[in-house]
């Protein structure tokens, strides 16, 4: 399998009744999330470093096919220059390599304010981690998007063996009424060039509450998606939403149109889990 497909979270509790059972409980969450999905882009070790404890447990609750994409956390990348906190990051690494088999492509969100005049700092701080475990970055500063920054970037990280973080923002800013008004936590508007540095891509998606404004973005990302999967890259789709009730329905859908696409890729677990339920009744 090299298709993932997720949200941001596991542990979201209006989900429960439509997208969890009705009545489930907080504990079980994570467990009832990877019965539906394939992976989960694991935003809470962006707030805090887990435990290991806490990486063991959520290891024993998930399958060896499933994947976590843990955020390095905003202390490591919020608070200055990179290099600085080595030391740091060798320790979050370490800690979650207690996933294991579970551990999937662990990521590095910058700021908007880290501007291409700190790339030695960027590359200096992705060579000392040096392969230890799968890397994506996810930059935004818009410079990191021109020329000839966005050429000099894609050449590092294909040379590191790194990939390269595709955020969409586009169909929350393609509606006359911007969803993320009551939003404490704006998505930037960067241009979307999906571009592929290595044998991995994560695709962050970020929904609208209305079907409608996501049609064509999801369409596009079909057929960007399938040529990729056809040429052996493994790609991670997490599905957002300033609303994020809706993110569960509007990954499921992808999928569909995804393995019309491909007929080759494998049934969703939802799709299973909807069928072992119903035969369960008779």
């Excluded at 790609?235 to 491909?262: G, I, K, M, W």
Aim: glycine content about 2%.
């Amino acid at each position: 399998m090299n298709f993932y497909l997720g949200c941001a979270v596991w542990s979201y509790k209006p989900w429960v009744g439509n997208f969890y059972p009705p009545q489930s409980r907080e504990r079980d969450f994570l467990q009832l999330y990877s019965q539906r999905f394939t992976a989960v882009e694991g935003n809470t070790t962006f707030y805090a470093v887990p435990s290991a404890a806490t990486v063991a447990k959520w290891a024993s609750q998930t399958s060896p096919e499933f994947k976590f994409c843990p955020k390095f956390p905003r202390q490591i990348t919020h608070s200055g220059l990179l290099q600085a906190a080595i030391p740091e990051a060798f320790n979050f690494i370490d800690r979650i390599s207690g996933l294991g088999d579970r551990l999937g492509t662990v990521f590095i969100q910058l700021p908007p304010s880290y501007s291409p005049q700190y790339f030695d700092d960027l590359t200096a701080f992705l060579q000392a981690i040096d392969n230890k475990v799968s890397l994506a970055v996810e930059v935004r500063h818009l410079d990191w998007f021109k020329q000839p920054y966005c050429d000099r970037l894609n050449q590092m990280l294909t040379a590191m063996n790194v990939a390269r973080v595709l955020l969409d923002t586009r169909p929350i800013y393609s509606s006359p009424k911007d969803p993320q008004a009551n939003s404490t936590r704006r998505k930037p508007k960067v241009p979307v060039q999906p571009i592929v540095t290595n044998n991995c891509s994560l695709v962050r998606f970020i929904s609208h509450p209305q079907a409608k404004y996501n049609q064509s973005y999801l369409e596009e990302w079909t057929q960007i998606i399938d040529r990729w999967l056809r040429q052996g890259k493994t790609v991670y789709f997490f599905v957002h939403c300033p609303q994020e009730e809706r993110s569960t329905d509007t990954a499921r859908y992808f999928y569909s149109l995804l393995q019309q696409q491909n007929s080759s890729l494998l049934t969703l677990p939802w799709n299973n889990l909807k069928v072992a339920t119903q035969l369960s009744l008779f």
